[in-house]
């Protein structure tokens, strides 16, 4: 028994604690089903024998405006009553109702008013009471746990469908007509008891915040609520064509029979055998079809079948009239829509926020469903009596409306999905980018105006990438600021603002500020109408202060235009200046020996190297710098020991960068080398990716993809955020769906084995596996290190995941997606799951959805809560796939857990250690096997 517990938990994903809720709850909607079907063939047998189906248009108005009064009725009372006392109310006068209606039945007092009050009372019923439950079940479950539940309680519903339709099918004729109403209010009236256990088990067991959230109720009105989102406004375009598509069928199915079979009591039998029979059909795809496709596929998919074979058979009608054609088509209807389709339905209403969706969905359930059944009434009307045409008409509207059906389905994804973001987007504060950038622009306007010389030039810094006509006076104006440095920034972000040249920009070329004059010279070659002039008017200058900030521009301009070189003298010059440097008599103060230091790096002549070489010694900074710049543009393989020698020193680190990146794509090769290198040094190799990001070249981008695969998990992590920013910064890529796959999962692969080893090293810790066994503090406090920088490893596994996404998809949704994963809310992480779900491709979602339900929350996870996909370890196994890494850290704190580890097996792991590539890991090995050995012998 307990086996066939477990695989029913397994095939239905019903986790620990969820099982007597979800069991209630199905037998909940049992019950309401059940009843439904008992008196809806009665009731439809009844008003067919006493007013014929030509009525049947009539009823379905006279049902659309008792569902408005109703709707606006039941709003007033959700404003003034707690929903918990609407719902059972709800079930109580429905429960008195039908068993009312079936003591006038059993009198024999039917009459044509009896016959459309009954009617409308079970449409009524059939729209209340389901969608009050589905309400009550947003309330009861999460996001998450809707997903995997939903399928599973539903199938309660369409087993209840059964039931209730044999019973009518087979009791019918025994107990009579009245009986059986009676007996589907007794069933109602139940229905109060399970909703009370539901409640006090699962509602009022949440905290009283979390209670209120998810049970209280917007005040403004629906049809405002409706109005203002998209979402809420597609949703029920989705239900209405779906309700006026089924009328429109219904009718033609109920038409048809009721031609061929003129006994009450015979076309009572006929509808509840056949509406069983349609149940039996739904609750085979609920059970066996509906989980699997909403979790693999997109949710329109699940949306769009029902509606395609409606057309599709629509379509044969057309040119086969005949009665198993329309059986089929209401066989569709009635097994997919009370199946798949209605999961889907109701996974649409998720992401909407519970005030609103406590307010609206009852409203979109009882307002929308009945308008749809009255505009099918009129249209049958004008129709059938009006303009008195053939049903051949009835079945061409029927595809018209499936057309809008399919593509409102496709309008509703979309806003489907938006809802998710948008909820993350308010729940993290993360704005919407449209109105970030303008807000951002306004502030800029502000700082620009009256901010600090600080603030200011952070946001030039930001002028790329928020450029707008909007801000170009403002920006303009800063070329009166009093700060140089402000100017010098300004300069440097015309480009971004305007193209047309501004003469008062020559003017700073006077100005003795090394940045300055340098950003100036600049601005004034980028221009073509100063450019001819430029260097004929200040390579002469008196002032050596221009004079060599024109000399440096000369000589990169001519870096691959000799012409201009040979025109003006570059080498004269230059060799002019380094003799009077090299003699002592120059008068040449430090921002002039800087430049000219830059410039024997421009022109690249291998006379003046000593020069380069002797200042990259120097003790004053500025120079040094100048020389390690210098020695990048020459691209000289003899510099390159020194260059990363300077990247361990945090003073020359962003020079030694910009200078060793000036190699360009030839130094690529070197770099990845060095990058795998075990024993280069951390630093030098931490800067590897900055490296080879500033490079930016389509072949850098190349070896950014392959160092986010190897090496430690800080660095592999470092290499995918260069990969994002590159994205997001606009550059050029390329990138192949199959690599990128490939990619995230071995990413996958990895966190599922991290995620296995926590949790298998949070159990052992516990000592749980092993009660008995004696653990002393070193190896305890090692393991706790250990499981630490396994969580920091699986927090950088999974930026690494999401910075790969960022190549593929738009990177502002990966980010929405990645920032409510890492939310501490909850609600903001599984919507997250959500949206990716949408967002994903089958193969994507299929690798990456399961590990994250795996992994969610980790840090704050119960050891009883983990998934049962998780794969737990023992000791020696976590210890094996953690020296398997690449990880510098993670195998160094693997290496101190053996090394107080006493089991005998730890000796053959550290001597397998000790032949690893990287020194200090191998070092550690063995010194840890020294220690192993040393304290064996004092024992």
């Not at 308010?426 to 700082?447: C, F, P, V, W």
């Amino acid at each position: 028994m307990k086996s066939l517990l477990r695989q029913i938990h397994n095939f239905f994903d019903i986790r620990d604690g969820e099982e007597s809720v979800s069991l209630m709850m199905q037998l909940y909607i049992f019950l309401i089903i059940c009843a439904l079907l008992i008196v809806k063939p009665t009731v439809n047998a009844l008003f067919l024998s006493e007013l014929g189906a030509e009525n049947l248009s009539v009823a379905f108005i006279i049902i659309a405006v008792v569902a408005v009064v109703t709707s606006y009725a039941y709003n007033k009372s959700l404003e003034k009553f707690p929903l918990r006392f609407i719902i059972r109310t709800t079930l109580i006068l429905f429960s008195a109702g039908f068993m009312a209606m079936g003591v006038i039945v059993a009198a024999g007092l039917i009459s044509p008013f009896f016959a459309y009050l009954f009617y409308t009372m079970v449409a009524m019923f059939a729209l209340l009471a389901t969608s009050q439950f589905w309400v009550l079940a947003n309330v009861v479950f999460n996001v998450r746990e809707a997903k995997r539940l939903f399928g599973f309680i539903g199938a309660g519903g369409i087993a209840g469908g059964i039931v209730g339709g044999y019973l009518t099918s087979v009791l019918a004729g025994f107990l009579g007509n009245g009986l059986l109403m009676v007996t589907a209010g007794l069933m109602i009236a139940s229905c109060t008891l399970v909703f009370k256990n539901i409640w006090k088990t699962r509602v009022q067991g949440l905290s009283r915040f979390k209670r209120k959230e998810r049970a209280t109720v917007s005040t403004e009105s629906s049809l405002k609520l409706i109005w203002k989102s998209r979402h809420l406004t597609y949703l029920a375009a989705v239900i209405g064509f779906g309700v006026l598509v089924a009328k429109l069928v219904d009718y033609q199915f109920s038409a048809i029979a009721a031609a061929k079979i003129p006994d009450a009591q015979e076309l009572a039998s006929f509808f509840g055998f056949w509406f069983s029979t349609f149940n039996i059909v739904s609750l085979a795809i609920q059970l066996f079809v509906t989980k699997r496709v909403l979790e693999n596929t997109d949710i329109s998919v699940s949306l769009i079948a029902l509606p395609v074979g409606v057309v599709l058979m629509c379509l044969l009608l057309l040119f086969f009239p005949e009665l198993w054609i329309v059986i089929i088509i209401k066989g569709l209807d009635g097994s997919l829509k009370q199946s798949l389709h209605k999961s889907a339905v109701e996974l649409l209403a998720l992401p909407i926020p519970s005030n609103i969706k406590n307010k609206t969905k009852t409203f979109i359930d009882v307002v929308v469903d009945s308008l749809a059944t009255g505009v099918a009434g009129f249209l049958l009307i004008f129709v059938i009596k009006g303009l008195e045409l053939s049903a051949t008409y009835i079945t061409a509207i029927t595809i018209l409306m499936v057309i809008g059906w399919i593509y409102t389905v496709f309008k509703v994804r979309d806003a489907y999905l938006g809802t998710f973001k948008e909820n993350i987007m308010m729940r993290e504060n993360l704005g919407d980018t449209k109105k970030s950038s303008a807000r951002i622009r306004k502030n800029m306007r502000i700082i620009f105006e009256s901010g600090s010389e600080k603030d200011i030039l952070f946001m030039l810094g930001r002028l790329r990438e928020t450029a707008h006509p909007s801000i170009k006076k403002d920006v303009l104006a800063l070329l009166d600021h009093e700060s140089h440095k402000v100017k010098a920034a300004v300069v440097e972000n015309l480009q971004y603002v305007t193209k047309k040249p501004q003469p008062k920009v020559q003017d700073f070329i006077y100005i003795e500020d090394d940045d300055l004059i340098v950003a100036t010279m600049n601005y004034l070659l980028s221009q073509e109408k100063l450019s001819h002039q430029f260097f004929e008017q200040y390579l002469n200058y008196e002032n050596e202060f221009i004079s060599t900030a024109a000399l440096m521009c000369l000589a990169r301009e001519s870096q691959d235009n000799p012409k201009l070189a040979s025109k003006y003298n570059l080498n004269l010059r230059v060799r002019v200046f380094i003799d009077e440097l090299e003699k002592g008599h120059s008068d040449l103060r430090i921002p002039e020996i800087t430049r000219l230091i830059e410039t024997l790096g421009f022109i690249n002549r291998p006379k003046y190297h000593h020069i380069i070489v002797r200042y990259l010694k120097h003790k004053n900074p500025i120079l040094k710098n100048a020389a390690i710049m210098a020695a990048g543009e020459t691209s000289r393989e003899e510099f390159l020991p020194i260059l990363f020698e300077e990247l361990e020193d945090i003073a020359f680190r962003e020079s030694a960068i910009s200078a060793i990146a000036s190699y360009g794509n030839g130094i690529i090769p070197t770099l990845y080398k060095k990058y795998l290198d075990p024993n280069l040094s951390l630093v030098q190799k931490a800067q590897i990716p900055a490296i080879t990001y500033e490079i930016h070249s389509a072949r850098a981008y190349q070896a950014l993809f392959k160092m986010s695969q190897r090496g430690s998990f800080k660095l592999r992590t470092k290499s995918a955020d260069l990969l994002y920013d590159w994205r997001k910064s606009g550059g050029e890529y390329n990138i192949n769906h199959r690599t990128l796959r490939n990619m995230i999962s071995g990413e996958c692969k990895l966190y599922r084995e991290l995620l296995g080893c926590y949790f298998s090293l949070r159990i052992i810790d516990r000592s749980k596996l092993h009660p008995e066994k004696i653990v002393s503090l070193p190896e305890k406090a090692e393991r706790s290190k250990l499981i630490q920088q396994l969580k920091n490893a699986m927090e950088k596994n999974l930026q690494r995941v999401f910075n790969l996404l960022a190549l593929y998809y738009k990177p502002e949704d990966v980010y929405v997606a990645y920032s409510g994963l890492r939310s501490e809310t909850k609600e903001s992480q599984l919507h997250a799951m959500e949206y990716l779900e949408g967002l994903l491709s089958r193969n994507l979602k299929g690798m990456l959805l399961p590990i994250l339900e795996n992994g969610l929350s980790v840090p704050n996870q119960e050891l009883s809560d983990y998934h049962k996909h998780v794969s737990l370890y023992n000791q020696e196994d976590c210890l094996k796939i953690l020296l398997q890494q690449e990880d510098h850290t993670l195998l160094l704190q693997t290496i101190k857990l053996i090394q107080y580890t006493p089991d005998e097996y730890t000796y053959k792991l550290l001597i397998e250690a000790s032949d690893l590539e990287n020194d200090a890991v191998s070092d550690a090995a063995l010194d840890a096997l020294r220690f192993k050995q040393g304290s064996q012998q004092t024992a």
